[in-house]
């Protein structure tokens, strides 16, 4: 019927295209900045997503588990009492918070699920 040639190159191919299936189906969602999200978050609401920013000086409450990360304009009130958190949450840090955006008490929550926090710069002034 084929050669072992031709059977050998349409199997290299149908590998080749559902390599590329998985690759298009399971591409991961892109961060947002926490002023991307909040111009206009009813569009996130209730769906998972990947939101950065910097920690608001002085706004980690660990007795609720939150604090507040900001933009350049917004910020966005992070819940992560269900979250695995890296080492190193503080003050100005640089985070990545990956979870589902919520509306409660009339106030936008981002209910966090993974939180990863920037390395810090051995160039930082000691505290």
């Known amino acids: 019927m084929f050669s072992r040639r031709i059977r050998i190159l349409l199997v290299g191919a149908i590998i080749t295209l559902g390599l590329l299936g998985v690759i298009l189906i399971q591409a ?4 947002r900045t926490v002023d991307e999200v909040m111009e206009g978050p009813s569009a996130y609401l209730d769906r998972e997503i990947a ?3 910097e920690i608001v000086d002085g706004s980690i409450d660990l007795n609720r588990s939150e604090f507040m990360l900001h933009g350049f304009t917004s910020t966005l009130r992070i ?3 269900d979250a695995s958190v890296s080492n190193g949450l503080g003050d ?11 509306y409660i008490d009339g106030e936008y929550v981002f209910e966090a699920q993974i939180i990863k ?3 810090p710069s051995k160039y930082e002034e000691e505290v």
């Not at 991961?28 to 961060?31: A, D, F, H, K, L």
């Not at 100005?92 to 919520?102: E, S």
């Open 28 to 31: 991961p969602e892109p961060t």
């Open 51 to 53: 939101v950065r920013g």
């Open 79 to 81: 819940d992560y009492l």
């Open 92 to 102: 100005n840090r640089t985070v990545y918070a990956q979870g589902i955006l919520k």
């Open 117 to 119: 926090t920037s390395c």
